[in-house]
Every structure is written in C-alpha cells, then in structure tokens.
C-alpha cells in the first residue's frame, strides 16, 4: 500500500492505495467522485477521461500512485460552485449533446483539453480530437455542434448527415 | 489484476536496479502494460514506472539526428519534432487517440514491438539507434519478431536516435476500431539509398521489403514496384482481413509513401 497525495479539483487529497488501484479506482471509490465514469475498462471508450496536469488521459489506464504529487481535473470541478454550468456543459446542454449521458463527463473533458490547445477547432478537427471518445446514442453530431459552439463558433453551417 | 507494488525511480541506474527483482517489470505509460494486466496476460510482483525519470524524456535535434528521449510521450514527439523529422511527428501524432497520446511512450512502444505498432516501422526505416541502460543496439538488430527484441530481462530502452533522411512519409492504413495500423509502411530516403519498412503486416513482426527498396534505389517512383509483390504466406490473417488483403495493401501503402515522398 502507498500513500497518495494529489490535488482533486482544487483541493489537496489523500488516500492509501493499492499499486493496482486506478486513478479511476481512486476517484471513484476513494473520493467518491462518481461523475468520471468506466464504461469499457480497456482503454477504448474514454468515459474516464480526467485531466491530469492539463492534459486528458484515460484515468481507467493510469495507476493512482502515478498520479502522487499531480493535479487532477473531472468533472465535478467543470462547473461554478452554484452549479452554473461551463461554456462546454452549457453547449452540450443546448445542443443537446448527450441522451443518455454516461459518455458525457469524458465527452466535455476531452472538449476542454481540445479547447485549451485549439481555441477555435474546425469540424474535422472536432472529430479527430473525439477518437477516443465513444458515444453510443447521438452519432456525435450534437455533440460537435456543441463544442463548435462552445468555442463561439457558428454550429448552423454543419449540415445534418 | 493481480497485486503488485509499483516503484518510483528517478533515475536510469535505479530503475535498472529496481528491475533486478525477480518479475519485476518496467512500466512505460501503461497503455499497453495497463490493458494487459486486466486481463491478467501478465503477473509481475513489482511495477518499475519509468515516468519520472527526467534523463528519459525530451526530444532534440543536432547534426540531423533526432534523439528521443524512452520515455517521451507521443504527444509530445508530436509536437516537438515536428520541425526537425515530419514523417516521424505526425506518425506520433496519429497513434491511438490524444489522451493515450499523453501517457504512452516511444520507448514503450519499441520494448513492447506490437507487430502492429506504428514506431517500430520508424525506427527501422530510418536505421536508428535503440539506446538502452546497458548499450546501443542498431534497429537492424533489435527487432525480432512478432513482440520480440534485442533487449534482454531488465534493459530499458532509454532513448531512440533517428538519423533525419532526405525524405520520409508513414502511410497507415487504420484499423478504425483499435487505431492500430492494418498495415503500415514508413518510407525514409537517405543520400545511401532507401529504406522501406512495414508493420501490420508479418507474423515475424516489422520488416523491410529489400526487393522494393532495390527497385527504388534504381529507379524512384510508383512505378518502379510494377511486378513486384509481397508473398502472402507470411502474412498475419485475422477477422480485418486476409493474407492476401495485407499483402495487396504493402504495395499499396509503399506507393501512397512513395507518391507523399514525390
């Protein structure tokens, strides 16, 4: 067993963890900060996305004690604390980027870490960026109208396919 | 999984004695590693992550070689040696998806050598130097078959040298679901002649088509393969397709590189 010791939306946490325990594993069961959700546990679906120092990563594949010392962003920490919605939530809400919803949380995480390297990503760009991130309900259409439109861009020009 | 305790060296030397340990195993960024372990293909008593090694990362150009760094993220080869060897950042920068782009690493990938991997057809088209704790291998030695290599129990490989050709192009062909490469082809034109080599493809894992490589250092263009085949038998076969599907789609891949190369 390890100590953990790593800074969760802001706030300095720690936990004793197993060598196997994920960093999945950790926020969920240890924090319990269920929104970073495990769909597939093998690395394909990207429903666990977090941010660990800034950058998106699959926290299904990433052992907690890897994350000793780091900064990890989901997303519970994607809102205001009022709840007010961010510019990403807010988009996919109008939308309607989700239907179910279990996909959602790694969706607006992998839409964030876009948004911070390519403020103004194209429609390709949108897609490519969303390969690792896998939606069984809306096709994506919706949900690469909302981060088109989350990054202030004009969402009428897509066409429905 | 089954239980292990994870290390945390930060340097190459404790690393090395860390893996001492009778089935330890080195952990690059897991993307492989992570999976295997699930599904409990593997049973290491001990984790030696490499992550926090900082001598193992970082990406650099001189004198037209690009070393990296065996701990490097694909990320960031992507972006960094985007200048110096274009074919080999954007071949980084179409492995897996972004957020595997993030964790997984070169010297990972090549320990591993996936007979699908993209970097293992990088490394061996572009005649590079496999650097690990002990030694430098030529990537003419260190690939050897399908998840085979040079290294021996406990090496880790430490940074890879990539001597910058003339001009280069990685063409993948993807298999959608896994983004691995069906089959892919990494063409690299040197001063000395060509080098063709292709992963996907071989049941013994990344190789080089000499015949083709013959052929475009006589004459350099799509043409120079009319005739030319790849013989089926080695081929992998599996439910994305034939031997003889893989086979047809070297040659084709060879001559989109070739094309790209111009």
């Known amino acids: ?161 | 999984m089954y239980s292990f305790e994870v290390d945390k060296p930060g340097s190459v030397e404790a690393a090395v004695a860390a893996l001492q340990i009778e089935e330890a195993m080195a952990l690059g960024g897991g993307q492989t590693l992570i999976p295997t372990l699930k599904q409990r293909l593997a049973s290491p008593s001990r984790l030696v992550s490499l992550a926090g090694i900082a001598e193992m990362k970082g990406v650099s150009a001189v004198d037209g070689v690009v070393t990296i760094g065996g701990g490097t993220p694909h990320a960031t080869v992507a972006r960094e040696a985007a200048g110096a060897y274009p074919a080999l950042a954007a071949l980084a920068g179409n492995i897996g998806d972004p957020a595997v782009r993030n964790r997984g690493t070169i010297g990972g990938s090549l320990a591993n050598n996936d007979p699908a991997a993209c970097y293992p057809s990088a490394a061996l088209a572009s005649g590079a130097t496999i650097v690990t704790s002990s030694r430098e291998i030529a990537a003419d030695d260190y690939f050897q078959g399908m998840f085979t290599t040079a290294l021996h129990e406990g090496e880790i490989v430490t940074a890879v040298r990539f001597p910058v050709p003339q001009a280069a192009s990685y063409q993948k062909f993807e298999q959608p679901a896994s983004r691995f490469a069906l089959v892919g082809v990494f063409l690299a034109r040197f001063a000395e002649g060509v080098r063709v080599a292709v992963t996907g493809a071989s049941e013994d894992g990344v190789f080089r088509w000499s015949e083709a490589e013959e052929a475009l250092n006589k004459e350099f263009r799509a043409d120079a393969l009319t005739g030319l085949a790849i013989a089926p038998e080695n081929m992998i076969a599996d439910l994305h397709g034939t031997k003889e599907y893989r086979a047809h789609l070297v040659s084709v891949m060879t001559k989109r590189a070739i094309r790209a190369v111009g």
Do not use: W
């Open chain 1, 1 to 161: 067993m390890s100590e953990v010791r790593i800074v969760v939306n802001g706030v300095e946490r720690f936990g004793v963890v197993e060598g196997r325990t994920l960093l999945s594993g950790f926020l969920r069961d240890g924090l319990g900060l269920t929104g970073t959700h495990v769909g597939c546990d093998t690395s394909q679906c990207g429903a666990c996305v977090v941010h660990v120092d800034g950058q998106a990563v699959k926290s299904c594949t990433m052992f907690a004690v890897e994350a000793d010392g780091r900064s990890v962003d989901t997303i519970e920490g994607q809102a205001a604390p009022d709840g007010t919605l961010n510019a990403i939530q807010q988009a996919f809400q109008d939308h309607h980027g989700l239907q179910c919803g279990f996909c959602t949380p790694g969706m607006v995480m992998s839409a964030a870490a876009l948004l911070k390297e390519n403020p103004t990503p194209g429609e390709a760009e949108i897609r490519e960026y969303l390969e690792g991130n896998l939606c069984r309900c809306t096709g994506y259409h919706n949900i690469v109208k909302a981060i088109l439109a989350a990054s202030g861009q004009d969402v009428a020009a897509i066409a429905a396919e």
